[in-house]
């Protein structure tokens, strides 16, 4: 039995599912239903090159809802496509785990379907009903089923979101830090350990690698921190991480402008690079026996 990871090549943003099957708790007595976790969404609608992720979600998942959606943070990179995703497709979120933050965008520039994706993104964490429930998730917390799916959340902290919000000296920021309060997760299948790093910068992940060193240290799989940027690059936590596998999700252009695969392999020259431009989508099958298979 596994749980699959699957990492979209969707260019230069972020997309990934973690399938968690139905299995038995290791007492012996308690079963667990399967879920469908999803982080960010990238959608480009009808493109001839990147995933189209309504139809790999229909494909490998057969509709079953969204347990738990992670939004890390609401940057267009992340929340690209989701009117069309939740609405005009009827998709369902049971869950959504979203930083507790006044962040705006300056402007809708970009992307022609960047409002229409931000004001889905209110609506679903702004829900007029009961669900999906949502869920401000900090260091430190448990819930029920991130709990029994082993995930721990490294970022944000209530510091990290007064940090995004204020200056030193208690003023408001003109632009809110988002990608400073990112969520950074990392979850284990047994004796795997995943890290999924966010876009999380300099203070963030001097605070991750401050106060979660036991945590982090030698992880099997990371992805890497803003689609493998050098403008997320921490040495220190990389070093610590040590990953068997470094993912880069990104588009062939902005890797080869502003990727940080140099100071990857110099930090850490025994970890595999996997970039999306290269493999297309990747998928990993982590083994309860702790066996990994890349497909």
Known sequence: MSIKIHFLDVGCGDCSFIYFPARVSNDGKTSKDERLMMIDLYHHDNHDYYENVLDYYKDNFSDIPIFRFVCTHPHQDHI????KFFSDNGVEILNLWDTDHSFKPED???HETHEDDWNKYQEVRNPSTNQPKTIHALRGDTFKYADEDRITILSPTKELIKYAHETEDGKK??????????YALMFEVNSIKVIFAGDGKEKC?????ENCKKEIKNCNILKAGHHGQKSAFHEEAVKLM????????????????????????????????????EEGTIVFDCGFDGKIEVD
């Open 80 to 83: 690209c496509g989701m009117d």
């Open 108 to 110: 809708f520039d970009g």
């Open 173 to 182: 920021r003109e632009q809110i830090l988002i990608d400073e309060m990112s």
């Open 205 to 209: 992940w001097d605070d991750i690698y």
């Open 242 to 277: 040590n990953p068997d596998y470094v993912i880069f999700s990104n588009s062939a252009e902005e890797d080869e402008n502003n990727g940080a695969e140099s100071e990857y392999k110099k930090a850490v020259p025994g970890s595999a690079i996997l970039k999306t431009s």
